[in-house]
C-alpha cells in the first residue's frame, strides 16, 4: 500500500479542569513516507496529539486528515494505524511470532498467510529465524525490534511511536536510533514519533516538530531548527546556545560585551520581527574560540566550568553578570576560574527576536 500523508489540523484539546490546554491550535503535516518527530519537554502535548491521531483520545477541536480523508471520528481500529509503545506491551507468554502476527487474526488474515507475513516482519527488522522463541528470552533491544514489527505488520497507513527509546540503556539506545531510522526507511512508512529527547528526534526523524505547551513552535528538518531558530524559545530548547543581545546594521551584527564588540552576518528568520525588543544573536559553541586573555579583539571571560567529553574540552564561560557562553577546545588545560578570551569565529549567526518568555499558567 502507498504510504499516506497525515495531516492535523488546528487540533485543541483542553482536559477538565486545566488551567491551559494540552493541544492549543496544532497543524502539521507529514508528507508520506516522512518521519516527523513530535518534540517537546514534559506537558508540551506530545502524548495528548499521538493519542488523538491513534483515535484514543477525541480533540475538542480540529481534524485528523490521512491521505486528505477525515479520520476525526473513526474509532482506533479504523484508521490503520501501528502504536509502538514506550514499554514495548509484548505478550511475555507468547512466542517471538506470535506476538507480530497478534493483531492480523482480527483483521481476517488467514491462518496460512499470517505465518508468513510475522516472518517477514521479523526478517525486516533483522530477526529473521527468532520466532518461535519465547519473547521474554529475547534482550531490550530485540523486544523493541518485535514491538516493531509487530505495528509494520499489519502494513499501517501510519506508524505512531510513543517514546520508543527510552526504555533502552544508553549505549543500545544510541545503536537503536540508527537502526530504528534504517528499519523505517526501508518501510516506507509515514510515521510519527514522540519524544522528549532532542537527540533521538535529531537522529530518527526526517523533519522535527518542537512543541510547548500544546503549540507548534517549529516544524523542521534537524539542520533548520539548529541553524534557523524561528524564535527564542526554540533557540534556546535546540543544541545549546548562549543569547547575545545583537545591534543590527543591514546584513552585520555587532556584539558588544564589556566594551568589546564583535561582528558577524545576522540571519534573521524570515517572518521574525526585531522591531519591539530588539534582536538576540544565538551563539553556538561551535562559533566562538578560545583566545589569549589578552588578545583586545576577543571579549573577555572566565571560566566558570569545564569538563573533558569525546577529545574536546568543553567550556562554560561567564561573559559577564547575564551572559555565559559554551564552547569546546582541543586544549587540555583550561582550568577553571582561567581568565580567557573568547573570539566569535563564526561568520554568519542565527538572530532571533529578543521576546521574554510568556509566564507558565
Ligand atoms: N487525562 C488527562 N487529564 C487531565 N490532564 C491531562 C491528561 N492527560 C494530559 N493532561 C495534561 O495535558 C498536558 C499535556 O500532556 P501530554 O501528556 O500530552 O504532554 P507530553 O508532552 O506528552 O508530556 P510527557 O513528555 O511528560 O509525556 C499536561 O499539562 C498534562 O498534565
Known amino acids: 500500500m502507498p504510504a499516506a500523508s497525515l495531516v492535523l489540523q488546528a487540533l485543541t484539546r483542553r482536559y477538565p479542569a486545566a488551567v491551559r490546554p494540552a493541544l492549543d491550535g496544532l497543524s502539521l503535516d507529514v508528507r508520506p513516507g516522512e518521519l516527523v518527530a513530535l518534540l517537546g519537554e514534559s506537558g508540551a502535548g506530545k502524548t495528548t496529539a499521538l493519542r488523538i491521531v491513534a483515535g484514543y483520545e477525541r480533540p475538542d477541536a480540529g481534524a485528523v486528515l490521512l491521505d486528505g480523508a477525515d479520520v476525526t471520528a473513526l474509532p482506533p481500529e479504523r484508521r490503520g494505524a501501528g502504536m509502538v509503545f514506550q514499554h514495548h506491551a509484548l505478550f511475555p507468554h507468547l512466542s517471538v511470532e506470535e506476538n507480530v502476527a497478534f493483531g492480523l487474526a482480527p483483521r481476517g488474515v488467514p491462518a496460512a498467510e499470517r505465518s508468513a507475513r510475522a516472518a517477514r516482519a521479523l526478517d525486516g527488522v533483522g530477526l529473521g529465524g527468532t520466532g518461535a522463541r519465547p519473547v521474554h528470552a529475547l534482550s531490550g533491544g530485540e523486544q523493541q525490534r518485535v514491538a516493531l514489527a509487530r505495528a509494520l505488520v499489519i502494513e499501517p497507513r501510519v506508524l505512531l511511536l510513543d517514546e520508543p527509546l527510552s526504555s533502552l540503556d544508553p549505549a543500545l539506545r544510541i545503536a537503536m536510533r540508527d537502526e530504528l531510522r534504517a528499519m523505517l526507511q526501508r518501510s516506507h512508512v509515514t510515521a510519527l514519533c514522540v519524544t522528549h529527547d532532542q537527540d533521538d528526534a535529531f537522529a530518527i526523524a526526517d523533519r522535527v516538530a518542537l512543541l510547548r505547551r500544546g503549540r507548534l513552535l517549529q516544524i523542521g528538518t534537524p539542520e533548520a531548527l539548529y541553524d534557523h531558530p524561528a524564535s527564542r524559545g526554540v533557540a534556546e530548547f535546540i543544541g545549546r546556545a548562549a543569547l547575545l543581545p545583537a545591534r543590527r546594521d543591514g546584513d552585520g551584527v555587532h556584539l558588544t560585551v564589556r566594551g568589546v564588540t564583535q561582528r558577524a552576518v545576522g540571519i534573521a528568520p524570515a517572518d521574525g520581527d526585531g522591531a519591539g525588543r530588539g534582536w538576540l544573536a544565538v551563539l553556538r559553541p561551535e562559533a ?8 583586545a579583539s576577543a571579549w573577555p571571560g572566565e571560566v566558570v566550568a569545564r569538563r573533558f567529553a569525546a577529545g574536546v574540552t568543553v567550556c562554560r564561560v561567564r561573559l559577564d553578570d547575564v551572559h555565559v557562553a559554551e564552547l569546546e577546545t582541543a586544549e587540555r588545560a583550561v582550568p ?20 521574554s518568555e510568556p509566564p507558565d499558567a
Open 288 to 295: 566562538l574560540a578560545l583566545a589569549p586573555v589578552d588578545d
Open 336 to 355: 577553571e576560574g582561567a581568565r580567557v578570551g573568547v573570539r566569535l569565529v563564526a561568520a554568519c549567526v542565527p538572530l532571533v527576536p529578543d521576546t
